[in-house]
């Protein structure tokens, strides 16, 4: 039991975000879009849900965001949306292909990865979940 604890008291130093003056804030809440793959609906509707849920951010899914953008969406837009309603986009979920024994495949999926970093930066996030998809 012990070690349960130690544990769960090193998370909220990992997780937690700092005030202006360096004080612990409070914990913030996102929506990992995936739960709501089922459902089939639109990126913009997936925000309005999150924030109508209480969430304080979302984690949606790169191919969402690409197909949003085909769609002729726009991401500054979609940020704006975002600001209005309260969300923040802490990341984004991709699947890339960057760790595969194929340097060929690898540089094209790296290409990949770097396009969906600078979409998912143009939604004001920082971070994507870089999964392991490939063989090894």
């Known amino acids: 039991m012990r070690t349960g604890s130690t544990l769960l008291a090193a998370v909220p130093a990992m997780t937690q975000q700092r005030t202006a003056d360096g004080q612990p804030g409070r914990f913030r809440f996102g929506l990992n ?12 509707e997936q925000f309005d849900v999150a924030a109508k849920a209480g969430y304080d ?3 949606p899914w790169l191919e969402d965001i690409d197909r949003f953008v085909n769609g002729g969406g ?8 975002c600001r209005d ?8 979920i991709g699947f ?18 770097k396009r969906d970093m600078s979409r998912i930066a143009e939604l004001g996030g920082s971070r994507i979940a870089a999964h392991v ?4």
Not at 74 to 81: E, F, Q, T, V, Y
Not at 85 to 92: K, M, N
Request: net charge positive; no cysteine; charged share 30%.
């Open 33 to 44: 879009a995936g739960t709501l793959r089922g459902y089939k609906l639109g990126l913009a």
């Open 57 to 59: 951010g979302i984690e």
């Open 74 to 81: 726009s991401l500054r837009d979609l940020k704006r949306r």
């Open 85 to 92: 309603l309260g969300l923040g986009v802490y990341s984004a």
């Open 96 to 113: 890339a292909q960057w760790i595969v024994d194929d340097d060929a495949v690898r540089a094209k999926s790296l290409e990949q990865l």
């Open 133 to 136: 998809v490939g063989d090894l």
